[in-house]
């Protein structure tokens, strides 16, 4: 069977996803539409560019991101964030409290390591994108690796990436990866159909509105013609239904690999796994070396940088 009709068969979440004391409606969601990489880069390129983002299945070797996904979980359990003696390839979250704090400061260690830069920079993906981004690929230094708690209220509100990227190309692309299985219920990410045309549109309308911001603020996610913290909105079904179109989840496996325009509106919804599986990803961007690069991402990501 081919991967567009298994697509027609995928089953629906157990319960709706939700996030921000919202409830997606079944009729405003639907489902990523899954790509098969043998198809070739010029197919997938089209691809993206019409729908704004494609989500390319078993890109990456399966067992690879498992065993990262084990390395990770190994390192994050002495914070108490996993289950004592459980598989941490698994990653279930402990029954009982965790170290944040400790946690925090623990991610930052990994997402400055050897394994994470070898992970997000491995030859099979970078020569995929030098073939994506038709020259040499570049990855930007501040790389994003988080996990959510099942039961968790935590939830990236809908938002589009060049309202943090301003200061470089808008020719980049964003490479979501699920570093584990990720059904729709753990809350990965989910895209608000069509909207790379919409993020477009705002984009422009800010540019054309901020002739009266310093420099400085004409990049930045946080000033006066922005909403907090460079956000569209938290409230997920009334943007569905004001745009009048649908969020699409995905039941993401360990391998997959999602691309999406800087433009495309994009959000999270809360981890409802009932196994009490931690959910773990990464989202790092990668563009044409030869384009202009946003300084500010030329540094590790730390928690409160601004980014």
């Known amino acids: 069977m081919s991967i567009a009709a298994e697509a027609e068969q995928i089953c629906r979440p157990e ?20 790509t098969d990489p043998v198809i070739g880069v010029d197919p997938i390129r089209r691809r993206y560019q019409h729908d704004g983002y494609v989500w390319l299945k078993g890109l990456l070797p399966r067992a690879d991101v498992i065993d990262f996904r084990h390395w990770v979980f190994e ?3 002495e914070t108490g964030l996993v289950e ?18 400790l946690a ?4 930052m260690s990994l997402v400055r390591s050897a394994a994470y830069e070898g992970f997000c920079a491995q030859p099979l993906l970078v020569r995929f994108m030098d073939d994506f981004l038709q020259g040499i690929s570049y990855l930007h230094k501040r790389k994003i690796m988080r996990f959510v708690q099942p039961g968790s209220l ?7 990436d060049l309202v943090y990227l301003r200061g470089g190309t808008s020719r980049l692309v964003t490479t979501w990866i699920p570093i584990g299985d990720t059904p729709a219920e753990m809350g990965g ?7 790379h045309a919409l993020g477009t549109k705002m984009e422009a309308e800010f540019r054309a509105a901020s002739g009266d911001l310093s420099p400085e603020e004409q990049i930045s996610a946080y ?11 938290k409230d997920l079904p009334d943007m569905a239904e004001r745009f009048d179109t649908r969020w699409l989840a995905a039941d993401y496996e360990a391998g997959d690999v999602v691309l999406h325009s800087p433009y495309m509106i994009h959000a999270s919804t809360i981890n409802q796994d009932r196994s009490r599986r931690l959910r773990l990803s990464t989202d790092i961007r990668y563009q044409n070396v030869d384009d202009e690069i946003d300084v500010r991402w030329n540094n590790h990501w730390s928690l409160g940088d601004m980014l």
């Open 15 to 34: 319960f709706p996803l939700a996030a921000h004391g919202k409830t997606l409606p079944a009729e405003r969601t639907g489902w990523l539409m899954p």
């Open 75 to 77: 390192r994050l359990a």
């Open 84 to 101: 004592p003696g459980s598989d941490f390839s698994l990653g279930i979250a402990s029954a009982g409290g965790f170290d944040r704090s």
């Open 104 to 107: 925090d400061r623990r991610l």
């Open 154 to 160: 935590t939830a990236t509100p809908a938002h589009y």
């Open 189 to 195: 990410l989910v895209y608000l159909e069509g909207s």
């Open 223 to 233: 000033n006066s013609h922005m909403s907090e913290g460079g956000w569209v909105s």
